[in-house]
């Protein structure tokens, strides 16, 4: 059963390294919906949430620092859903029910992020291998993983 946890990070960090990636890739057209939805310095903040899901995802994938790469990707879930969409005030009810699903998706992406951040990366992850080549720390305690 411990398969299923790197399973598990690659499904959910898939999404985090394309859409990260995607910020630079389309950096121009981010940039313009983040300031039709009035986020501050928008350009900054595409190319600094761009970074935060890259490397965020990289690290849920590979396990290294997971829990504070899935707290990056919380806060930028969180950010984004508070931010961009706010589907309260949308008055065409077809694009109020579509900012509705994504802000839904934004705060159900967060609640895993924040199960990560809890829990850690699980088996299988080079943090995890890292401590165990280490063995134990002082007075015979494991090292946390």
């Known amino acids: ?5 790197p399973i598990g990070r690659l499904l959910f960090s898939a999404i985090f390294i394309t859409s990260g990636l995607n910020h630079f890739f389309q950096l121009e057209a981010l940039t ?4 039709a939805s009035g986020v501050p310095e928008p350009r900054m903040a595409v190319l600094g949430s761009g970074v935060a899901l890259v ?6 994938l590979l396990g290294v620092f997971a829990r504070l790469g899935a707290a990056a990707i919380a806060i930028f879930l969180l950010s984004a859903a508070f931010m961009v ?3 309260w005030l949308v008055t065409d009810p077809v694009q109020a029910q579509d ?15 924040l199960l990560i951040v809890y829990f850690g990366s699980g088996p299988f992850s080079l943090r ?11 007075l ?3 090292l946390r993983p």
């Open 55 to 60: 490397v965020g995802g990289l690290s849920v």
């Open 140 to 142: 015979g305690v494991p």
């Open 32 to 35: 313009g919906v983040a300031q």
């Open 128 to 138: 995890r291998k890292k401590a165990e080549g280490l063995g134990s720390g002082r």
């Open 1 to 5: 059963m411990g398969v299923l946890a």
């Open 85 to 87: 969409h706010r589907f």
């Open 99 to 113: 900012q509705l699903t994504h802000f839904m998706k934004n705060l159900s992406m967060a609640g895993g992020a």
